[in-house]
C-alpha cells in the first residue's frame, strides 16, 4: 500500500467522465440526431496499459523512461482553447473556476494535476503558455491485469439477461471505483435535540489505507480520451460541427445519418469499446450538463407517434411526465406553492380527471407532482413540496 500523503498528490489526477454540450447549441433546436453509447467503456478503459508498483516522485518535467512509461505531472501553466478544438479542463476547489465549466481560458496561472493519457489530450486542444513544470509521478507498466475479469463479465452481460445481467453490469463498473475509495473519512451520527427533532453531527476523521488510486485515475484517463476525441473527430466546437452533447461515455450528434456517422465513429453494437447506437432521434435540444430534451417519432401504419426523451438532472420523474417541449429551457418554475402554476401541469391534472376548480383536490394534485425535500421534525422525517426550476 502506497503512504496516505502519496495517495493524495495521486488522487489530484483522479477525475470524472466529461459532460458538457457543444458551446454554440446549448438550447438551441437541432435536428436529425442520434446518440451512441460506448458499450461498457470502463470495462474498456480497465483494458489500457495500466501503471503499477510503487512510483517514482519526479522534480520537473517527466522524462522518457521505459521502466516507469506511465506519469502523473503536475503542471503550472496558463492556456487558451485552439479554434474549434473542446475544452478538456475543469478545475475543481478554485474560487477563480466555476467548477462545473469546461474552460476555454484560463484567467491567471493554474495548477493542472494529469495524467500522461490526460497531458497529451491536453496540449493538443490548448495553447499552452507561461508554463513550468513542477513535478510528478512515475509508474511501471502491467498489460492486460483485468483482462480475464472483464471477458469473462462482458461475456455474461452480453448473453444474459434479467438479474444475470444486470449483476454482471454491476460488475464491471463498480470495481474500478474501489481502487480510489476515499481514505479521509467522516461518518454522520444522529442524536436527538432538545427541539425533539432528529439533527447529525460528524465524527473525527478517520485515516484508511489507500488501495491505488492511480488505476482509476487512468481508466477515467482513457474513458475522458475516447469521448472527448470521438467528439472531436465529428467537428468539435465549429459551426459546421455534427457534435452536440456528451455525458460520460455517450455522444449525441446532428445533422448526420448513423450510415455518415461511421465515418466518425466506431460503431459496432456489441464489441466492446466501440460505440453502439442507442437511439435517433427527430429534434432535440441541449440545455446543460445533464439536462436535454430529444424527440422521437415512430410511425406505426398510417399512426404517427411521438416520443419524448427527458433528462434533467434533480427534476422529479413525475415532472418529466408533462414538460413539454416549448416549456423545457432555462428559466423553467413549478413553484407548488405557486397560484401561477405551468400549463403543462393544469392540462396535465385535468387529464387525469381532476377537476381543476376543485380546490383542494387540484392542490392535492399538484403536490403529488412537486419536487420533495425530507425534512427533520419531532416525530420523524416529512417530505415537504418545493419549488423546481432549470438554472444555468
Not at 501503471?51 to 517514482?56: F, H, M, Q, S
Not at 462482458?154 to 470495481?175: D, H, P, S, V
Not at 408533462?322 to 393544469?346: C, H, M, Q, V, Y
Request: negative net charge; charged residues 25%.
Amino acid at each position: 500500500m502506497l503512504d496516505v500523503s502519496i495517495d493524495d498528490d495521486i488522487r489530484r489526477s483522479y477525475k470524472g467522465g466529461a459532460v458538457q454540450v457543444h458551446p454554440g447549441r446549448e438550447g438551441q433546436t437541432v435536428y436529425d440526431g442520434a446518440s451512441f453509447d460506448v458499450n461498457s467503456m470502463y470495462p474498456w478503459a480497465m483494458l489500457q496499459p495500466m501503471p503499477c508498483g510503487v512510483p517514482i516522485f519526479f522534480e520537473g518535467k517527466y522524462k522518457p523512461d521505459p521502466d516507469y512509461p506511465l506519469y502523473i505531472q503536475h503542471i503550472l501553466c496558463e492556456f487558451k482553447i485552439k479554434e474549434g478544438y473542446i475544452p478538456t479542463i475543469q478545475i475543481k476547489n478554485n474560487l477563480s473556476y466555476q467548477q462545473n465549466k469546461y474552460l476555454t481560458e484560463s484567467v491567471e496561472q493554474t495548477h493542472l494535476y494529469l495524467t500522461s493519457v490526460d497531458l497529451k489530450l491536453f496540449f493538443d486542444h490548448y495553447d499552452v503558455y507561461n508554463y513550468e513544470y513542477i513535478n510528478g509521478w512515475k509508474f511501471q507498466v502491467v498489460y492486460d491485469i483485468f483482462k480475464s475479469y472483464v471477458e469473462y463479465w462482458y461475456e455474461i452481460k452480453k448473453t444474459e439477461t434479467g438479474a444475470k445481467r444486470a449483476i454482471a453490469k454491476q460488475m464491471l463498473n463498480a470495481f474500478y471505483g474501489k481502487t480510489a475509495s476515499r481514505v479521509h473519512i467522516k461518518s454522520k451520527i444522529p442524536y436527538m435535540g432538545e427541539d425533539d427533532i432528529v439533527h447529525y453531527k460528524y465524527t473525527e476523521e478517520e485515516t484508511k489505507k489507500p488501495v491505488y488510486t492511480a488505476v482509476a485515475s487512468f481508466i477515467t484517463s482513457y474513458g475522458r480520451d475516447k469521448i472527448l476525441r470521438t467528439a472531436q473527430s465529428l467537428g468539435g466546437t465549429r459551426p459546421d460541427s455534427y457534435f452536440c452533447y456528451m455525458d460520460t461515455d455517450s455522444v449525441h450528434t446532428c445533422n448526420l445519418s448513423v450510415e455518415d456517422a461511421a465515418k466518425y465513429i466506431d460503431i459496432d453494437q456489441t464489441r466492446l469499446g466501440a460505440f453502439k447506437l442507442e437511439y435517433t432521434c427527430k429534434r432535440a435540444k441541449y440545455i446543460r450538463q445533464k439536462c436535454y430534451i430529444e424527440e422521437q417519432e415512430f410511425t406505426d401504419g398510417t399512426q404517427t407517434y411521438t416520443n419524448y426523451i427527458r433528462k434533467c438532472a434533480g427534476m422529479p420523474e413525475d415532472v418529466k411526465e408533462w414538460i413539454s417541449w416549448d416549456a423545457f429551457n432555462l428559466g423553467f418554475e413549478f413553484d407548488p406553492e405557486s397560484e401561477n402554476l405551468p400549463k403543462d401541469l393544469i392540462h396535465k391534472i385535468a387529464s387525469n380527471g381532476v377537476d381543476i376548480n376543485n380546490h383542494a383536490a387540484f392542490r392535492h394534485e399538484v403536490e403529488r407532482y412537486a419536487k420533495l425535500q425530507p425534512v427533520n421534525v419531532p416525530g420523524g422525517v416529512v417530505l415537504k413540496p418545493i419549488r423546481f426550476s432549470i438554472k444555468p
